[in-house]
């Protein structure tokens, strides 16, 4: 199981008051804790796998007025898997744009996720054709329909952690049936 020392959480930005700081650490936190205990398995597990102590989810907020409407971002910091969370610091709170359980659970699918040459991957390309993820209305209607294997993945597993038992889930089984065994082995 992972534990606290392993996914290190950095809230960037020596502009926030002690109280924007703090707000912004809760409502991760709150994120953190809503996320199936399974995941932080397979975030250990990919831990051990790298052979490294932690895995880094930056916090960076955004100004009110910042165009760009960019959330997320994922990347590598020191050879590790990295994701940055970018919510808009309002005068009245915090606007995550997303639900925030659904972006913690957008980084720690892409923290957590194999290395590309694993058959996880050939996997996962073949549930997706057989759901036939690209071409569902509802991916279409989302702007999906031209999405890397990648994109998908994220967004179905954030959906899946989320909404384990949804009722859309038996449109999706192949994508439901991967996810499961990828939980399993955790």
């Known amino acids: 199981m992972l534990d606290e020392s392993q996914l290190n959480v950095y809230v ?5 008051s002690p109280r924007q700081r703090e707000r912004l650490q809760a409502q991760v936190q709150t994120a953190l804790r809503s996320l ?3 995941v932080f398995s397979l975030l250990s597990q990919r831990i051990e796998s790298l052979d490294v102590r932690n895995l880094p989810l930056i916090v960076e907020a955004r100004s009110p007025d910042d165009p760009s409407g960019q959330i997320i971002s994922f990347g590598e910091i020191e050879g590790r898997p990295a994701a940055r969370l970018m919510p808009r610091l309002l005068d009245d709170g915090i606007e995550w ?3 925030a359980r659904l972006l913690v659970a957008k980084a720690a699918g892409f923290m957590a996720r194999p290395p590309k040459d694993d058959g996880f991957w050939r996997d ?13 209305d509802a991916v279409k209607k989302g702007g999906w329909s031209d999405a890397t ?3 998908l993945f ?14 859309r889930w038996t449109a999706f089984a192949a994508t439901r049936a991967f996810f499961d065994a990828w939980r399993d082995r955790a």
């Open 149 to 151: 294997d990648l994109d």
């Open 97 to 99: 744009e997303q639900d």
């Open 12 to 16: 960037l930005d020596t502009s926030l």
């Open 154 to 167: 994220l967004e179905m597993f954030a959906a899946y952690v989320t909404k384990t038992d949804h009722e």
């Open 124 to 136: 996962w390309t073949d549930a997706i054709a057989t759901d036939q993820l690209r071409e569902v």
């Open 36 to 38: 199936p205990r399974w």
